[in-house]
């Protein structure tokens, strides 16, 4: 099932839900008594090359990217539609967003949504107990984290970050302000930017007619 599909379905059913709606189940997730128990992931990753092509979408922005729909459809739309970026996700970072998902809309479709993103993320593996963001963001090289966590993406927050990891937290709004392909990709790949390459709905090549789904 591709996004477009997700969306189709999510958008006729979970109507009426915010980012209040995703926040709330999120933290009832990490609240959990096992919320941080257990091994890690695997063996837990060595930290990647830091890229701002690399990026790390908190689970309460992935989620509210299908159930809410909106400014974070549209950011993650913008990393959607260029195959030259990477979204780079920890098992339980979707675990939490997966659980959210369920939680407030359908399990059935959080599982067919946890196979569309597992396709499209790469895959990293962190220590347990830590946050599933950060540690996904640390672990792979990501620069930029969105996230609708206030207590992440605050001005105090900001600037403690950042004098530990080389990373900038900002919610979905803002990421799409600032994120710009056009300056980024002859850093990240090189040459001259050819514009967007994927479908963000079907994560196919991109169409040569400029349609882009809504």
């Known amino acids: 099932m591709t996004f477009v599909d997700l969306f189709e379905r999510t958008d006729a059913v979970a109507g009426g839900l915010d980012e209040a709606d995703v926040r709330r189940a999120l933290d009832d997730v990490r609240s959990a008594p096992t919320a941080d128990d257990g091994p890690a992931d695997a063996a837990v ?3 990647s090359e830091p890229s701002p ?3 790390v ?4 922005a992935l989620a509210a990217d299908l159930l809410v729909g909106g400014a974070t459809r549209g950011a993650l739309d913008s990393l959607r539609s260029h195959a ?4 780079v996700a920890s098992d339980r970072l979707l675990d939490d ?3 959210v998902i369920a939680s407030i809309s359908d399990p059935d479709v959080a599982a067919e949504w946890r196979t569309a993103v597992a ?10 107990g830590d946050h599933p963001a950060l540690a996904s963001a640390y672990r792979g090289g990501a620069m930029q984290v969105v996230s609708l966590d206030p207590s992440l993406t605050g ?7 950042r004098d530990r990891l080389p990373v900038s937290v900002r919610e979905p709004r ?4 600032v994120f710009d392909p056009a300056k980024l990709y002859p850093e990240a790949v090189g040459g001259e930017y050819p514009g967007p390459d994927r479908d963000p709905r079907t994560m196919t090549a991109a169409r040569t007619d400029g349609d882009q789904h809504r």
Do not use: N, Y
């Not at 979408?57 to 309460?60: L, N, Q, W």
């Not at 001005?155 to 970050?161: N, Q, R, V, Y």
């Open 155 to 161: 001005p105090g927050a900001a600037a403690g970050l």
């Open 97 to 99: 967003a997966e659980a």
């Open 84 to 87: 030259w970026t990477t979204l």
């Open 57 to 60: 979408v908190d689970a309460d």
């Open 53 to 55: 092509a690399r990026v």
């Open 119 to 128: 396709a499209w993320r790469e895959p990293v593996a962190q220590p347990p």
């Open 45 to 47: 990753s060595e930290p």
């Open 174 to 177: 803002a990421f799409a302000t």
